[in-house]
């Protein structure tokens, strides 16, 4: 199963997948790979597992935090494509979508970058600061080798770039629920809801959202309106606060957020 396919069962069956966001390598590698296949059993329905990256410009401070730890462990590009083959080599079958900014991927090279991402087991990538208007060649490249591209929308996207944005996805489309930069908030913004359904209207991908959605009651807000929820610095303030039981907290944070 695909991303895209991951999403499109959710939708059949009348609710939204859930979609974890942790960074590789955070607090190292041994416990990341724990801590991925524990999500798997904890009922995730794919994962985005997030690239450390030095200036993670999207980010807000947790995950800022988290992409250090990781990069202070000696994570690279290669080793989180090393973790995902781990992850395939213990029967880890949730899809993946690596999350990543685009240096440490155009320094690879598109084309080597979606080999060996493919071969490794990932299913697709979101590179989150590479405009659709300038990814011809990425999503060429992309197409060519079966592996999914995801790109963002936010409030202030245009129609037009709407367009243009869903065009190039082929695993799904990944709304940006506010302004700013990823974190945790204690209440969604308004209308997001009936955003959420006019967008999924129009939209050939299936949707998911992010950014600030951390609590139980976030996600049963969100709960079959959307394709599916990602929740990201909720479970990364996890891993900062308990590296040591890090496996099993997230696995029971991720049991009582869906409910």
Do not use: W
Request: proline share 5%; glycine share 6%.
């Amino acid at each position: 199963m695909n991303l895209r396919q991951a999403l499109q069962r959710a939708r059949e069956e009348k609710r939204s997948a859930f979609i974890p966001f942790v960074i590789a390598g955070d607090p190292n590698m041994a416990t990341s790979e724990e801590i991925i296949a524990r999500l798997e059993r904890a009922g995730a329905d794919l994962l985005e597992l997030g690239v450390p990256f030095s200036d993670p410009v999207a980010d807000g401070v947790t995950v800022q935090r988290a992409a250090e730890r990781s990069l202070s462990a000696g994570t690279t590009l290669k080793g989180v494509l090393d973790l995902v083959k781990r992850l395939r080599a213990r029967s880890v079958t949730m899809p993946i979508c690596l999350f990543s900014y685009v240096n440490p991927v155009f320094k690879m090279g598109y084309e080597n970058f979606i080999k060996a991402a493919k071969a490794a087991g990932a299913n697709g990538a979101l590179l989150v600061d590479l405009p659709p208007e300038a990814a011809e060649t990425y999503c060429s490249l992309a197409r060519k080798n079966d592996f999914e591209t995801v790109f963002l929308t936010s409030p202030t996207t245009s129609e037009q770039r709407l367009r243009l944005i869903d065009a190039c996805s082929t695993g799904f489309v990944y709304y940006v629920s506010r302004e700013g930069v990823t974190g945790a908030q204690e209440t969604l913004p308004q209308q997001l809801s009936d955003k959420l359904a006019a967008l999924r209207q129009n939209l050939s991908n299936p949707l998911a959202v992010g950014f600030g959605i951390s609590t139980p009651e976030h996600v049963k807000q969100l709960s079959g309106r959307v394709d599916g929820i990602v929740v990201g610095s909720a479970l990364v303030k996890l891993i900062e606060e308990n590296p040591a039981n890090a496996p099993n907290a997230i696995a029971e944070k991720v049991r009582v957020l869906k409910g």
